[in-house]
């Protein structure tokens, strides 16, 4: 296929599953969309054990494009700032303080927590993976791709659960900033591997993280206010042309993030934050309320549910050689590593909140809501694809424990947080 035809493939499945899911299914869009992306992947397999060369056009469509790439360059920078505009920026600022600790916090705690963790199990004869060769940084990597939660599904499910303002806040908030944060530990982690640990200083480490987050802050922020100022100088004349501002500032973050090695995914979200400033209707101020009106948030609730559409028809399709290479014996492995991922994410979203409990309050089981409807998604399977093919075998058993743990947080966390909620 040419990249028309795959253009034109995806939307039409986008569709269709969308279609299936809102008259048939009636599950919460994310959810239901991975259960159709799910028995895709089973009816590609079935049919191909009496069609080998339908399996291998399947496979195919996967190799023309790195997932990887797909999703972090392009994907997620339009579903982050999305994300972002939709938030209360009003009220992120008031709790900017318990977010950005529930996001560092609980990222770089549950990296050390399950990769630790996973290194231990896998160390264990009784389920004879010792040949692995999983090592301690390789577990850590693990660690760091499955600890940032999905904002796009966590954001889908919260609009719908009639949360208090200040608890959908804090955990929409969350959700957006630990992405940046995770992925950031991810790369730290992923150059110690590259380039050898015994060639990595303390200095180095520190000095990459602080070039990922300090300049991909400033660099959202900077684009953000030139957008603010663009958008404020164009007023509601031309509704066209504040879409075309916000695309084309999207387009430009990946860029010169890449230049400077800067987080794209944190100065996306720093800049739709900066944008977001027409969601207190209650303050009537000159500026963007008049500049950004409904149009613009309209074209990205589409673009994000388009978006979120092909992203499940791609995990689906990109399973299909990870499910061809699985084993029967990886079912305890994949449960103890789901619970060893919840246990480590709770423990990272109740320390914060018990240490700003002193001065702060918080709803009666805030941070079992919070655990709880930590999602995983498409970034953890993208980051799991981007590893490095030095690991080994060990890089199929990963890909392995990420889909089983992204299969467990959607379907089964998603599937009852509205009654733990309740």
Not at 23 to 45: D, E, Q, Y
Not at 124 to 131: N, R
Not at 138 to 153: E, H, R, S, V, Y
Not at 224 to 241: A, R
Request: net charge negative.
């Amino acid at each position: 296929m040419n990249l028309h035809e795959l253009s034109a493939f995806l939307l039409i499945l986008a569709s269709l599953f969308s279609i299936i899911n809102l008259r048939i299914l009636k599950l919460p869009h994310t959810i239901g969309l991975m259960v159709l992306a799910i028995v895709l992947s089973l009816v590609v397999l079935l049919t191909g054990l009496i069609m080998p060369d339908f399996l291998s056009m399947a496979t195919s469509l996967t190799e023309q494009f790195d997932f990887s790439v797909l999703l972090i360059d392009v994907m997620l920078p339009f579903l982050l700032f999305a994300g972002a505009i939709s938030v209360d920026v009003h009220e992120l600022l008031k709790d900017k303080v318990t977010i950005l600790l529930l996001a560092s916090f609980g990222v770089i705690f549950s990296t050390f927590a399950v990769g630790t963790g996973l290194f231990w199990i896998v160390s264990q004869p009784f389920l004879g993976l010792t040949g692995v060769g999983l090592t301690y940084v390789d577990c850590l990597l693990f660690g760091a791709l499955i600890a940032p939660t999905d904002p796009i599904a966590v954001l889908a499910m919260v609009k719908k659960m009639n949360l208090s303002k200040i608890t959908e806040t804090r955990i929409a908030g969350e959700s957006l900033f630990n992405d940046g944060i995770g992925v950031v530990v991810f790369l730290t982690l992923l150059t110690m591997k590259v380039e050898g640990v015994e060639n990595i200083t303390a200095a180095s480490v520190s000095m990459l993280f602080a070039t990922e987050v300090i300049g991909g802050v400033l660099l959202g922020a900077g684009l953000g206010f030139l957008g603010l100022k663009l958008v404020e100088y164009i007023e509601n004349e031309h509704v066209e042309l504040e879409v075309l501002i916000t695309l084309s500032l999207v387009l430009l973050v990946p860029v010169i993030a890449h230049v400077f090695h800067f987080s794209a995914v944190l100065a996306v979200v720093v800049m739709g934050l900066f944008l977001n400033q027409n969601i207190d209707t209650d303050k009537k101020t000159d500026g963007v309320q008049k500049a950004m009106g409904d149009y613009v948030y309209k074209f990205w609730h589409l673009v994000d549910e388009t978006l979120n559409a092909i992203l499940f028809i791609l995990i689906g399709l990109e399973i299909i050689p990870i499910l061809q290479n699985f084993e029967m014996s990886y079912i305890v492995l994949i449960v103890l590593v789901v619970i060893l991922v919840v246990v480590s994410r709770g423990i990272g979203v109740i320390l914060p909140i018990q240490l700003l409990s002193i001065k702060q309050v918080f709803e009666k089981n805030t941070a079992l809501i919070i655990t709880w409807g930590g999602l995983r998604g498409g970034l953890s399977i993208a980051l799991a694809l981007n590893l490095p093919d030095s690991i080994g075998t060990g890089k199929d058993l990963i890909l392995i424990l990420t889909y089983g743990v992204v299969l467990f947080t959607i379907l089964v966390q998603g599937l009852t947080l509205k009654k733990i909620v309740k």
